[in-house]
């Protein structure tokens, strides 16, 4: 059976979906090949289930930095939170989204989709029967990541938690072990100690938290989750894993000899790429690695430029905003419209939304640095404006400046809710607003936005 259609998408997570939704807008057909739930990752397992699972506690860590606020609040109630995610992620049913993919007249041909040709999928169902997709113009990869299991001695022998098994947990265990430091881990970290882990272990390789960011804000998340109650380990790495049985209690050695001992033992290690079998090697290009593509999403080395990937399949930034940012062009540039993916290469934002949040777009500055520029960096603390004292708030905000230029290339935020602050920084970047511009852009007092009228005056050395 062949059926043919304008685009095929390999993937319907957020990605996949937009692609979908896009190419749609422009008046093409579309095939969306899925083997798991239609929305993907960040519905069920990732963006929701992690911030369904930290809102209530961060609420009442919000509640309890202000004097009558604090004698007021008692203790999370778990199985509330845990039955508020199960809701957040529709019990793990994706009808609603499926039939969203049908009110845009998407078709959904569930099954495993590999390139079998140019422009070709085949499809094969569950049952086993395949089904021979054809593309007039595209075919899309939106396939993703997965969590990556790192070469510790004794680790694929056992069963351990990825982001899926800890963000769809059942039951807090006493004692929770975490190898990788990065947003997965801390993020979990915090909820799971906030929702009655007695003890919570977080094991980092480099010597601070969440590399990606600023060292300094890694370092105040550091701070934060051992104010918790967490212990932070960094610049220490697995050496070997056991477990007890199926479901006893779980070993982990260090590179130094220190054993830890967990009931359960997360691995948050960094991604892999989902290519190892959807048909890379039919069209000349090596599975199991990111899909490398130009300024146009378009996959580099196929000729005929068919073939794009969006989102994290293509390594560009491993991030849901980033991939629905890519999906939006792609629905646009497969239709023939001049689309460029330049974003991705100047003002990348992204928020960890532990307490406090930590939130950056634009280079660090070391990375700055590193490209040429000119750099200067202002800094301050935003539990000194009057916003931030009001709400109780420690953090800090960095904006990172080009200095010949006179504009923000680089911010990133520190606090409790800075993440609704990002787009500010995002738009100044982007629109590359004059430092000179900015003074006329007056943030409303007594707001945490104040902060931004403060690096100013520490630019100008006031």
């Known amino acids: 059976m062949t059926d043919t259609y304008d685009v095929i998408v390999l993937g319907a997570g957020s990605t996949g979906t937009n692609v979908a939704w896009y190419a749609r807008d422009n008046d093409l057909t579309v095939a969306v090949v899925e083997r798991e739930l239609v929305g993907g990752e960040c519905s069920y397992w990732a963006c929701m289930p992690s911030k369904a699972l930290l809102g209530p506690t961060h609420a009442l860590a919000a509640a309890r930095r202000l004097p009558g606020a604090k004698q007021a609040v008692g203790d999370v109630d778990v199985d509330v939170v845990l039955a508020r995610r199960d809701d957040f992620i529709s019990h793990l049913d994706d009808a609603s989204q499926v039939s969203w993919m049908g009110s845009i007249d998407a078709d959904l041909v569930r099954g495993e989709g590999r390139l079998s040709g140019e422009r070709e999928v085949t499809v094969t169902a569950a049952g086993g029967s395949s089904r021979r997709l054809t593309a007039r113009r595209a075919v899309v990869i939106a396939t993703g990541s997965r969590a990556s299991l790192p070469p510790v001695d004794g680790l694929a022998d056992i069963r351990t938690w990825d982001n899926r098994d800890v963000t769809n947990a059942k039951v807090i265990p006493a004692r929770l072990l975490i190898l990788g430091g990065g947003v997965v881990g801390c993020e979990m970290a915090q909820a799971y100690r906030r929702l009655g882990a007695r003890e919570v272990t977080v094991i980092q390789r480099t010597d601070v938290l969440v590399a990606n960011f600023e060292p300094w804000a890694g370092e105040l998340l550091a701070d934060a989750l051992t104010a918790d109650g967490i212990t932070v380990l960094t610049g220490r790495s697995g050496e070997h894993a056991s477990r007890d049985g199926q479901d006893g209690p779980v070993t982990l050695r260090l590179d130094d000899g220190t054993e830890l001992v967990g009931d359960e033992l997360l691995v948050a290690a960094g991604r892999s790429f989902n290519t190892d079998d959807i048909g890379l090697d039919m069209v000349g290009l090596e599975p199991g690695g990111p899909v490398a593509v130009d300024d146009q999403l378009r996959a580099t080395g196929v000729d005929g430029g068919w073939l794009y990937a ?153």
């Open 310 to 462: 969006a989102g994290d399949v293509n390594g560009r930034a491993l991030l849901t905003h980033q991939g629905k940012y890519q999906a939006r062009l792609v629905g646009d540039i497969i239709a023939g419209k001049e689309r460029s993916a330049w974003a991705d290469h100047t003002a990348v934002p992204q928020v960890m939304f532990t307490d406090p949040e930590l939130a950056a777009v634009g280079p660090s500055e070391q990375q700055a640095r590193d490209a040429g520029i000119d750099v200067k960096t202002v800094s301050y603390e935003i539990g000194s404006v009057a916003g931030g004292a009001l709400l109780g708030a420690k953090g800090r905000a960095q904006l990172v400046i080009d200095q010949s230029e006179r504009i923000v290339v680089g911010a990133t935020f520190v606090g409790p809710n800075v993440g609704e602050m990002l787009h500010a920084a995002t738009i100044a970047i982007v629109g590359k607003v004059p430092i000179d511009t900015l003074w006329h852009a007056v943030p409303a007092f007594p707001t945490v936005s104040e902060v931004w009228l403060r690096l100013l005056e520490a630019d100008r050395g006031v």
